[in-house]
């Protein structure tokens, strides 16, 4: 594992607008931080059995969680009978799921792969693909959009569904950052905010008790681009969910959530 504890944005944070930037954006001490920021229990209260509702409800078994991050879902899954197995392109952030996964009692399936080239790194077909928590975000220009999402689309078995969530960037860009924090973002003490938003870049500030602060530079996905780039892959019937929910104002929620089978 990396011992890498800063950050570093360089002169011109603002500027480093790269897909490869997650790489040095999850440093040890961030990481190490994550699972404050995501408390788990209040963030399972608040998400409910949506995902394992959506998956049961689609005959899934396989389930491959590309966005493992500190193992949340995979943890979630796992224990609700899932047969799953997590990826993730940072091996700080698998390395933690492991170590997660196991104080809760479970090996932990793991795999690092950039979803760019997802396939060379994982075998076999799946029933559904996760990519949650805010993660398709980190990918900063169109071409590695669409490589990421035809790389989950042929992951997966030709009855195969794509589960993947967002903010509501559009919000943000059109009215302001009002976030309740309910439902990902939810450990006491800790705060979440836009630092910079632009149509081409979304800089959050997170700052935790002991006030350190870390930064991830985002892309801000407008929630109609996400669907027309899904439908152009080749997804089929995608369903937007705002906060969990079939029907709500589009400026209200926090998370879209897509739903899209791929025939
Ligand atoms: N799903 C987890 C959660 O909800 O807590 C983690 C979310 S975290 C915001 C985003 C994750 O996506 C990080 O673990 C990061 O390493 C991963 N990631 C970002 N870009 C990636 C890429 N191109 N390929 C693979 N993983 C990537």
């Not at 396989?62 to 997590?86: C, K, N, P």
């Not at 809760?104 to 076999?124: C, F, K, P, S, V």
């Not at 693909?129 to 900063?140: A, D, E, P």
Request: one cysteine or more; proline letters at 2%; hydrophobic letters at 35%.
């Amino acid at each position: 594992m990396s011992a890498t504890m800063q950050q570093d944005f360089g002169d011109q944070p603002i500027e480093r607008r790269e897909t490869d930037n997650y790489r040095s954006e999850y440093v040890k001490s961030f990481v190490d931080k994550w699972d404050d920021l995501i408390d788990w229990d209040s963030r399972a209260r608040s998400e409910g059995d949506f995902f394992i509702q959506v998956l049961k409800d689609r005959g899934a078994r396989r389930v491959l969680d590309v966005a493992a991050g500190t193992g949340f879902h995979s943890v979630q899954l796992i224990e609700a009978g899932f047969d799953v197995v997590s990826a993730d392109g940072s091996p700080e952030m698998l390395a933690k799921a492991f170590e997660n996964a196991r104080r809760r009692g479970h090996i932990m399936r793991t795999t690092q792969a950039d979803w760019r080239w997802l396939n060379r790194d994982i075998y076999g077909r799946y029933d559904a693909v996760v990519c949650l928590g805010n993660s398709f975000t980190h990918l900063f220009n169109e071409n590695d959009r669409r490589k990421a999402l035809a790389e989950f689309y042929s992951a997966l078995n030709h009855d195969g569904v794509l589960i993947l969530d967002q903010r509501n960037y559009d919000a943000i860009l059109d009215h302001g950052y009002s976030s309740s924090h309910t439902y990902y973002y939810c450990g006491d003490n800790v705060s979440v905010a836009p630092e910079h938003v632009d149509e081409g870049l979304a800089r959050f500030e997170y700052r935790f008790p002991d006030k350190s602060t870390y930064h991830l530079n985002m892309f801000p996905l407008r929630k109609a681009y996400v669907r027309r780039l899904m439908r152009e892959v080749g997804f089929q019937n995608i369903d937007t969910y705002g906060d969990f929910k079939e029907t709500y104002r589009e400026h209200e929620p926090d998370f879209f959530i897509h739903v899209a089978d791929k025939h």
